[in-house]
């Protein structure tokens, strides 16, 4: 703090010698003026002074009989006058701090974070027709607004907030997780629950409905496995009225699932030929540059190595640049040997399997071949799997009326 | 006269003593604070005697403090205080 201090207000480092240099220094001292750095080589003394106190010196050095000159000279008071002489550095200067400050005046980037069901795109369009953009100016920038119109556009962002932190405006949003449940109108007339498999009930948990059928029953797909029409019985065991209700029941059915799936016995691998060639861009903003260039192989690639520098990733800049690469490479077409189709054919299975896990499906066995034909190899064979079924058809009250006239016979 | 003049100082010291007041303050005694070999403050001198590369002498009220060693350097110099950094080997009081 104090270097600081002393480099604004100036100091220079003297050389001093004569008859008592000893005494010079106690006279500074007295007269309170601050030495630093002294130091002694054969007959001649260095220090440090302020720029003030060297001002001083005159009365002291006389009366000591000691003679000082300057070596160097430090600080603002010096620096100033030597940064002036050159014009076009001190121009360049100011229109460097006339440039961040006029750029710090405008959004440079807007970041969106917690997004998952809002797509960008679509974000970017709802952005768009707020007239927020990269570009404009702070001050036109209403933050609450902007979040009010979020909720009201977006029901089912749940929690929105928005801050510029420096060129950047950064808006963050919290999804609602759980589905929107939407009140479905009652069907007047009830539903029942078919089955939408061909199998064996293994299980049944009914809370709503009639069940018509029982564990261990065969059932097949679009049978009838829970009642929305419930009857209300007299005292005299006839039926007086139906109850609609919309029938709900947890039934899990044993079935037979036909797996297959195919591999082209062949195969197209691309094999670089190792010539590429490269073009420099420069991008600002949403503008690319570069030179341009015909097709440079039959059969290529492109990567792009583009680069940021670090200070203009912090500022928001939008200006970055690197290359594009092409690279070369031809189509080989390879075959498959068996062992690569088998590993290929059981990891694709095996995805099939976990996804009908995932999905609450229980496999109970499987019986799975692969075989070759002409132009592929086949993975085929059946799974055996306990699953939940049940699919809501509206109850008809003519289909009703004959239905309960079976069963009642 | 003598007598008193002998007694003058020990009375002194002892009624700072006892009332525990600092002493170079007082007394006006040099007060050396040294960090290892390298550095010292020094506070309650009067000036510099002698500053070569191996010797500073000091006078203070009561007496003379040479320091002697290699390099010798005042990083800053005060009507308060100073401080000197270099080799310290002998801190000697005449």
């Not at chain 1, 005299?236 to 036909?258: F, K, M, N, P, Q």
């Not at chain 1, 082209?264 to 670089?272: A, D, G, H, R």
Request: glycine share 6%.
């Amino acid at each position: 703090m104090v270097g600081i201090l002393e480099f604004l207000k100036g100091y220079v480092r003297i050389k001093i010698w004569g008859v008592s240099p000893e005494r010079f220094l106690n006279l500074c001292s007295n007269k309170n003026i601050l030495l630093w750095d002294i130091s002694k080589n054969g007959n001649e003394y260095t220090m440090c002074i302020s720029l003030n106190a060297f001002r001083q010196l005159r009365p002291i050095a006389r009366k000591t009989g000691v003679r000082a000159v300057i070596l160097q000279r430090y600080g603002l008071p010096f620096f100033i006058p030597r940064l002036l002489k050159r014009k076009v550095f001190l121009v360049g200067l100011l229109l460097c701090v006339a440039f961040w400050i006029v750029s710090y005046r405008f959004i440079w980037d807007i970041r969106l974070d917690g997004n998952y069901q809002i797509s960008q795109e679509v974000f970017q369009d709802f952005l768009a027709a707020q007239q927020v953009y990269v570009g404009m100016q702070k001050e036109d920038l209403d933050i609450s607004a902007l979040e009010k119109e979020i909720r009201r556009t977006f029901p089912e962002v749940t929690w929105t907030s928005a801050k510029l932190n420096g060129t950047r405006l950064e808006i963050s949003i919290k999804e609602n997780d759980a589905p929107i449940i939407t009140e479905q109108p009652r069907e007047e007339g009830g539903q029942d629950l078919v089955s939408e498999y061909s199998g064996i009930v293994t299980s049944m948990i009914v809370r709503s409905g009639v069940p018509m059928v029982k564990i261990g029953d065969t059932v097949e797909e679009g049978t009838l496995l829970v009642e929305g029409r419930v009857p209300i019985y007299n005292e005299d065991a006839t039926i007086r009225e139906y109850l609609y209700t919309t029938a709900d029941a947890d039934i899990t059915v044993e079935h037979t699932l036909t797996y297959r799936d195919t591999l082209p016995t062949s195969y197209i691998q691309m094999t670089y030929t190792g010539r590429r060639e490269s073009r420099f861009y420069l991008r600002v903003g949403s503008r690319e540059f570069k030179l341009p260039q015909e097709r440079p192989y039959l059969v290529y690639d492109t990567v792009i190595q583009g680069h940021t520098p670090a200070m203009f990733e912090k500022l928001s800049i939008p200006v970055s640049w690197g290359q594009y690469v092409y690279r070369e490479y031809m189509n080989v077409e390879h075959e498959y040997t068996l062992q690569q189709a088998e590993t290929l054919l059981t990891e694709k299975e095996l995805q099939f399997l976990t996804s009908l896990e995932e999905k609450g499906v229980h496999i109970i066995e499987k019986d799975v071949k692969i075989e070759e034909s002409s132009a592929c190899w086949t993975m085929e064979g059946q799974i055996l799997v306990e699953q939940l079924t049940g699919r809501l058809v509206p109850t008809t009250v003519e289909n009703e009326t004959s239905d309960n006239g079976e069963q009642n016979e | 006269m003598k007598k008193k003049q002998a007694d003058g100082p020990s009375r002194r010291e002892a009624i700072i003593d006892s009332l525990s007041l600092p002493k170079d303050v007082l007394l006006g005694a040099i007060k050396v604070t040294l960090t290892g070999s390298q550095e010292a403050w020094i506070e309650n001198y009067k000036g510099i005697l002698e500053y070569t590369e191996c010797q500073i002498l000091l006078q203070g009220k009561n007496c003379q403090v040479c320091f002697e060693g290699q390099r010798l350097c005042i990083e800053y110099y005060t009507n308060e205080d100073m401080k000197i950094s270099g080799c310290i080997r002998c801190v000697r009081y005449q």
